[in-house]
């Protein structure tokens, strides 16, 4: 027994981008804590976790903020723990190669997302005097370099930085913001840009080596391996941890 269980008992969650990888083991890691949890995908079809409520929505969008908060006070009647995992981008071969709009895209799914729900939903917080909020960077961050999607990294690096900043906002007031930076972890999401990096890769040369190799921990991550650094980050565990940034990479990247 490790004295945890139910430890999110009582707790409200909303979960962005919840039907797989990464975002669905959260929401079940948050369920199994005894949160009521909502999660939402652009997806109609999109299958949450059993257990978790669904509402469907994009979350690059300012209506889809709207239509997500609305949901929030409908279903849960408020939100204590907030965790913005949708995010991505697909590589192209080299900065200039980047049309306009897939910058915007990728700064409005990576970054502007989260700012535009935090906006709605942390003043709630704020006035009940407690929250807690992860945002789902990359710690493909690191090593921008070696990128062939410098929209992605570049948008992960600005919600870095704003996530530490809204931390230092909202501390006086008893909410604590969070980022976690993923390696490379095993996911629908994720195996789809690793096969178009490689592409990019062997086509142009852009981007080096999509494979990489194995981190020092021996294995690519597991979606659970996010999932349980999120659960710790909004469990009472964490009252004294915020404005942080914790790197889950198996040991692979540079340390920042
Ligand atoms: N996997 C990795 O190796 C890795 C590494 C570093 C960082 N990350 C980060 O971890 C997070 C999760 O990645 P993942 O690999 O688990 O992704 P994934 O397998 O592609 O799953 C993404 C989830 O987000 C939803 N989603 C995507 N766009 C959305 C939108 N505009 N509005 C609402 N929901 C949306 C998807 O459903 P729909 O498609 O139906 O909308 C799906 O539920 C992302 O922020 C990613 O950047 C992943």
Redesign the pocket.
Known sequence: MSGFEKELAGKRALV?????????AIVSRLLEAGADVLT????AT?AAPEGASFVR????TKA?AEALAAAVQDVLGGVDVVVH????ARPYEGSAAIPDEEWQDALD??LL?SVRLDALLTPGMRERGSGAIVH?????VLTPEASSFLH?VAA?AALETYSRGLAAELAPHGVRVNTV??????????E??RTQWAEVAARTGVGGDAAGATPPLGRD?H?DD?AHAVLFLVSERASWLTGRNLIVDGGEFPMG
């Open positions: 962005t981008g919840g039907t797989r990888g990464i975002g669905a939402t995908a652009r997806a999109g929505a994009d979350v690059r889809g995992n949708a995010g991505g799914l990576n997302a789902i960077s990359s710690a493909a992605y992960k930076s993923p390696g490379r972890v095993a996911t629908p999401g994720g789809r840009t991550g979606p996010i």
